[in-house]
């Protein structure tokens, strides 16, 4: 039985593999696209759900945007999505009062079989894999290990907003953990907030990044309206690649913080635009 901690904390995920069956050109910043894509099949089952994620400030939706093969597309700053390829999609919601999101999701896509129409084509689900889990387990989890290894790879644009609309072009640690500190904390049951200083992460962990994989974007994320009554495309700046974190000097209450926050990432994303296929994650957590 869920405790009440377990019952307000949950932490859903759902992986999608997708497949189509003419080609047909996506941008090359697909994130803003699927995204706008969901809010269409999210409107279509519930108005309520698909405003709510449209105004929300916590940005509970995490998608990554489309993973797989892609070709040249036909038009300037597009990529071709082609048949008998296999796409993966991952959404990932954070805010227990935005579960009727990912339920609205699944039950579109999965349930009720509707495809993902994009501009210029549409992708159908092939099948799909859910996870859940909460706060509170993370923490359980972390307070077994002795002095981990956390690698986190980053696989889409990383876009973290340090001061104003200026994004880090890094994997810092402070500006990374800092991150998803905020995220946690707006998510999590008050009794499971974590209290550790940008300071304090910055003096116990050490970046270990791995330089050949790493590479920076500008991607698109929104559309804004303009004087004239048109729009203007927005851009943000991010990194993608891998790096390992380690820990030197630290607490068993920082390091098993800061390992219940790498694994969080996957649920969360990291930085901004995480909605929009920006901050996606997966974290591998080695044991010394």
């Not at 189509?20 to 994130?31: H, I, L, W």
């Not at 597309?73 to 296999?86: D, F």
Request: hydrophobic share 35%.
């Amino acid at each position: 039985m869920e405790t009440q901690s377990e019952s307000t904390s949950r932490l859903r995920r759902i992986e999608l593999t997708l497949r189509v069956d003419e080609r047909f050109d996506v941008p090359q910043s697909d994130g803003y696209s699927v995204y706008s894509a969901l809010l269409a099949l999210l409107q279509s089952a519930d108005d309520e759900v698909s405003q709510r994620v449209h105004d929300s400030e916590i940005g509970s939706l995490h998608t990554s945007g489309l993973r797989g093969p892609f070709g040249d597309g036909e038009r300037s700053y597009h990529k071709q999505i082609l048949p008998n390829k296999e796409y993966t999609l991952s959404l990932g919601v954070t805010d227990p009062n935005d579960e009727a999101i990912f339920e609205a999701l699944v039950s579109g896509l999965v349930f009720a079989d509707e495809p993902l129409e994009l501009t210029h084509g549409q992708l159908q689900v092939e099948s799909f894999e859910s996870e859940n889990t909460f706060h509170e387990t993370l923490l359980t989890e972390t307070n077994k290990l002795d002095d981990p290894t956390i690698e986190m790879t980053f696989q889409t644009a990383t876009c973290i907003e340090e001061a104003g609309s200026v994004t880090t072009m890094f994997p810092t640690r402070g500006a990374v953990f800092g991150s998803l500190l905020g995220k946690w904390n707006n998510t999590a049951p008050d009794e499971l907030a974590l209290d550790v200083g940008r300071d304090t992460l910055i003096e116990s962990v050490i970046e270990k990044p791995h330089a050949r994989s790493y590479d920076t974007h500008s991607v698109l994320v929104n559309r804004v309206d303009d004087p004239d009554g048109g729009t203007q495309p927005l851009f943000r700046q991010g990194f993608s690649g891998t790096c390992a974190y380690a820990f030197k000097n630290a607490s068993e209450s920082v390091m098993n913080a800061v390992t219940a926050l790498a694994l969080f990432a996957e649920y969360s994303g990291v930085g901004s635009a995480v909605a929009r296929g920006c901050g996606q994650v997966s974290t591998d957590v080695n044991k010394q």
